[in-house]
């Protein structure tokens, strides 16, 4: 059973600080991992989809990396801002025929300090 | 486009009562998804549907019904509500499996 660990479950810095967010899986017979921002009382806004047979994928200040063989993901986010507070979350999808199931994590907590 | 929306935004229910949860999207995705969240649990798939007129079943489908009559909408039927079912539920859509899916602003679901 595919299991996704999000390592810390909260963090808080401050204003400008470049961070980096993990996020590991248990199998690495994975499709793609996704990254999701969600906002106190919101719902999940996609930020990055990156697939099995990319290394990394870039949006603005955010940049994640893949390494599907190790089952490590990363979220680098560079000169972090307030408005970045939210919790991250990232989830997989397998790499199996008709299974549609993303596995989320269950986020970590991001606080940046004015 | 207003991507996926959801209604209502807040519900309170009694034991035994039932609603539907209704899920619309206007980016003409094929696929779509009804999660609930709760706290140290993580997003939960509850039932999908690949298609108008299909419907599967997810990781925690118990208790829950869903109907897709038309490609744009996917509706979640709660027909004798029990306080475990106490959560946020959240849409999702995508154009096909394996394509970025997108959420909608969830709704808030209290049984007492």
């Known amino acids: 059973k595919q299991e996704v660990t999000q390592i810390p479950a909260a963090l808080s810095v401050p204003e400008g600080e470049n961070l980096v967010l993990n996020c590991s899986f248990t199998?690495?017979?994975?499709?793609?991992l996704q990254w999701f921002r969600q906002d106190p009382g919101k719902g999940l806004t996609s930020l990055l989809l990156i697939q099995s047979s990319q290394r990394e994928q870039t949006s603005g200040r955010l940049n994640a990396s893949l390494d599907k063989s190790s089952g490590r993901s990363t979220l680098y986010i560079a000169a972090s801002q307030p408005g970045d507070s939210a919790t991250y979350l990232c989830a997989v999808r397998p790499d199996l025929g008709s299974n549609y199931k993303l596995t989320f994590g269950k986020g970590t907590l991001l606080t940046v300090n004015p | 486009n207003a991507g996926v929306t959801q209604t209502p935004k807040f519900r309170v229910l009694k034991t035994g009562q039932s609603m539907t949860l209704l899920c619309a999207q206007d980016m003409n995705h094929e696929y779509m998804y009804w999660y609930r969240q709760d706290p140290g649990m993580g997003l939960r798939l509850i039932h999908y549907?690949?298609?108008?007129?299909?419907?599967a079943k997810g990781e925690v489908p118990d208790g829950y019904n869903v109907s897709r009559l038309k490609k744009q909408n996917f509706l979640l039927g709660l027909e004798s509500a029990a306080p475990s079912q106490t959560s946020v539920y959240f849409c999702?859509?995508?154009?096909?499996?394996?394509?970025?899916?997108?959420f909608g602003p969830g709704t808030r679901l209290t049984v007492l």
């Open positions: 199998d690495s017979a994975i499709y793609n």
């Open positions: 549907s690949v298609g108008e007129g299909t419907t």
């Open positions: 999702a859509s995508s154009y096909l499996k394996y394509n970025e899916q997108f």
